[in-house]
């Protein structure tokens, strides 16, 4: 995001801030999810050991650069 374009955003945010609500407890949620930069989940983990494996690629994927 460019700096002049942060006080927008924070202000668009703010406006949907009271609609988010945190998940209530389950304990089949997932431990972990890495959310790409189109809202779509990239990986995820349930609770107990992840798969490192398919974590650094999704890593790999979405935040080296091209």
Do not use: C, Y
């Amino acid at each position: 995001m460019r700096p002049e374009n942060a006080a927008q955003f924070a202000r668009h945010l703010l406006r949907w801030i009271d609609q988010a609500r945190p998940p209530k407890p389950d304990e089949n949620a997932l431990a972990s999810v890495l959310i790409r930069p189109d809202g779509t989940a990239a990986w995820a983990s349930s609770p107990g050991p992840a798969d490192t494996v398919t974590l650094t690629a999704a890593l790999r994927t979405w935040l080296l650069p091209t």
